[in-house]
């Protein structure tokens, strides 16, 4: 019977997926985020998504203030506090990925209470 590490005839396989101890040797952060709590891995998941949402908001209002022209559109106001939200969120979510326990904790609900703010600010005010 065949070795599931090995094909037909003796090499190893290379397309087959990497045992936990191969990923975590290759992929140190990996323990960190398959050890962490299900709560922990979900906020900072949510997290995560709210990260990808400010950036493309942040790159919409960048071209809708580029394709007005004449017209009235986003002020600079607007465009530069988005793009500053972005790179804010991107740091955060950095951090939380990064870290393990209340600092990741931290950071992702940071990021969440910084979308949350912006929304607040510049389109539900």
């Known amino acids: 019977m065949k070795d599931h590490d090995e094909?037909?005839?003796?090499?190893?396989?290379?397309?087959?997926?990497?045992r936990r101890a191969q990923r975590t040797a290759a992929y140190p952060a990996y323990e960190r985020y398959?050890?962490?709590?299900?709560?922990?891995?979900?906020?900072?998941?949510?997290?995560?998504?709210?990260?990808?949402g400010m950036v493309l908001l942040a790159m919409?209002?960048?071209?809708?203030?580029?394709l007005?022209?004449?017209?009235?559109?986003?002020g600079y106001g607007a465009v530069t506090g988005h793009v500053v939200v972005a790179v804010v969120v991107v740091a955060l979510q950095r951090s939380a990925d990064r870290r393990s326990g209340a600092a990741s904790v931290a950071a992702a609900f940071g990021v969440l209470a910084v979308a949350a703010?912006?929304?607040?600010?510049?389109?539900w005010s």
Not at 7 to 18: H, I, K, N, V
Not at 34 to 52: E, K, N, Q, Y
Not at 68 to 74: L, N, Y
């Open 68 to 74: 007005s022209g004449d017209r009235p559109g986003p």
């Open 7 to 18: 094909d037909l005839d003796g090499s190893e396989d290379e397309t087959r997926p990497l």
């Open 34 to 52: 398959a050890d962490a709590p299900v709560a922990l891995r979900f906020v900072r998941t949510l997290a995560g998504s709210v990260t990808v």
């Open 117 to 123: 703010l912006t929304l607040w600010i510049w389109w």
């Open 60 to 66: 919409i209002v960048v071209a809708a203030a580029l």
